[in-house]
């Protein structure tokens, strides 16, 4: 943190960081190695917190929205954080073994395994669009994995920050999970703490700073950033199949998704069919965007301002933009969905990551056309491809990077447990969910171990001698 900065943070504020840091290194160093029964309570503990709680949570999000839908919360919230921690009560054990390794002839008689060790304190930042699943995803992985951890919440989502203090307050004691609350310098003071991991959920920009700030501690670092996740339609599938997959990944949560769709690649000749099909299905999800509980608001005036000015600078530049509602009448800070044709590089709305309900097309003339339009951008997080034949999907996923990728669905790769969620490149670094976030917050540790017998001691100097020389004659070769 900036001189400046520290000076304009309150006192308190430092102060309760370094407190509640220490605390947690101190509690640790008295149980630097939790049991399998300890980490399953910790984790029952936060589902059943859960389950109990979620009337509650669904209350603070919607109130952090002004406007959240209910089941969405349920949807891509609630349900994927019960699910994940019941996921990690159910495999730990497996997780937590130590796993043999072989150990060659020539170092024999050994043996070598890997002992997966906690790491200690754990920084966990969480981004203001699904304010509850991206501090419980990382957290449930942490605690597996046997560790203390200090969540800091987003500064745009007070209510749902305020709630998950007092809720975690009321079942985990502060040295094991914490809540921290604040500005944009409070979070950077967090991430200047010397943790043994922090993971960062959030912008790209925002990750090159806290990986700065990381770096003066030599904290290792998961950033889960984002970018212009793309969706590409065949010459085949049926537009009434990619439609309404793509439109459930880009107007869940109005768009405010990390994973949504940010571009759709679509076949020249079939640019007005999908057109057609992609607001019949919108209609048919949304009748209504005014009153309707289903529809998500943006989550502030600032990121709506943002929105409107992709708009205007993407018609001052020539694009054509259709609104699928344009007779309705606006309503708070529900933005209707749009879509952007004749789009160019240098609209902002092609530069940067979209976050809102606004989906540029970009026609193509074949498949190489496509992945090389692909190619010749950063690595985003998630890549769509919608297609039945078997030797397109392949080719797709072999001439691509990305974080994730579906074949014919969108954002539902980010719910299996068994998969490991991250990005690559510039969409971030690091994985976690499931089994991989054990391992993310855990040291894997090898081990290598001797009893009394010695059989090195036959390489040992001074050397030259004739044993030294046939055990290069027989490993050497």
């Known amino acids: 943190m900036t001189a400046d900065a520290a000076r304009l943070l309150p006192p308190s504020a430092l102060d309760d960081l370094a407190v509640q840091f220490s605390a947690q290194r101190q509690a640790f160093a008295g149980n630097p190695m939790p049991s399998l029964e300890q980490r399953r309570q910790w984790l029952k503990t936060l589902r059943e917190l ?3 709680q979620q009337q509650a949570l669904i209350a603070a999000i919607n109130e952090d929205f002004s406007g959240r839908s209910a089941d969405e919360t349920r949807l891509a919230e609630l349900m994927p954080s019960i699910q994940g921690v019941r996921h990690s009560e159910r495999h730990l054990k497996q997780w937590m073994k130590e796993s043999p390794r072989k150990v060659g002839l020539a170092f024999q008689p050994a043996s070598a395994k890997v002992v997966y060790q906690p790491l200690g304190v ?21 605690l597996a994995a046997g560790n203390r951890v200090m969540l800091k919440l987003s500064e745009a989502t007070p209510a749902t ?28 003071a967090f991430s200047r703490l010397p943790f043994d991991h922090l993971l960062f959920t959030g912008a790209t920009s925002i990750g090159r700073h806290v990986m700065l700030a990381a770096a003066q501690n030599l904290t290792p670092v998961t950033l889960e950033l984002g970018g212009k996740s793309p969706a590409i339609i065949s010459n085949t599938v049926p537009l009434v199949d990619a439609a309404e997959r793509i439109a459930f990944g880009k107007t869940m949560n109005a768009g405010q998704t990390c994973v949504a769709p940010d ?7 079939r640019m007005d069919d999908f057109v057609s099909a992609y607001r019949t299905v919108v209609h048919g999800f949304y009748p209504t965007l005014a009153n309707n509980p289903d529809y998500s608001a943006i989550i502030n005036l600032r990121h709506l301002a943002r929105l409107e000015s992709y708009l205007s600078d993407a018609r001052d530049k020539g694009a054509t933009i259709i609104d699928l509602y344009p007779q309705e009448p606006r309503q708070g800070r529900r933005m209707p969905p749009h879509l952007l044709l004749q789009v160019s590089d240098e609209m902002r709305v092609m530069q940067d990551e979209i976050f809102g309900p606004l989906l540029p097309l970009v026609p193509y003339d074949h498949l190489d056309q496509a992945l090389q339009y692909i190619n010749q951008r950063p690595r985003p997080l998630a890549l769509y491809y919608f297609g039945y034949d078997r030797a397109e999907q392949q080719k797709v996923l072999e001439q691509t990077h990305s974080g994730g990728a579906c074949l014919n669905d969108t954002l539902l790769h980010v719910a299996q447990d068994d998969l490991p969620f991250g990005g690559v490149g510039p969409s971030g670094m690091g994985h976690y969910h499931g089994h991989e976030g054990f391992l993310t917050f855990s040291k894997a540790k090898a081990v290598f171990a001797k009893q009394r017998f010695n059989a090195a001691r036959l390489i040992y100097p001074p050397y030259g001698k004739s044993l030294l020389k046939l055990v290069f004659k027989l490993f050497i070769r």
Not at 164 to 178: G, I, M, R, T, W
Not at 263 to 269: A, C, G, I
Request: glycine share 10%.
């Open 263 to 269: 571009y759709v690649l679509v076949p020249r000749d």
């Open 122 to 142: 754990i920084g966990i930042i969480v981004p203001w669009n699904y304010p509850l699943f991206l501090a419980m995803g990382p957290l449930t992985g942490a």
């Open 161 to 188: 920050g305020l709630l998950l203090k007092k809720l975690l307050a009321s079942v985990f004691p502060e040295d094991l999970v914490s809540v921290t609350l604040g500005e944009a310098d409070v979070g950077e």
């Open 50 to 52: 859960l389950v109990a």
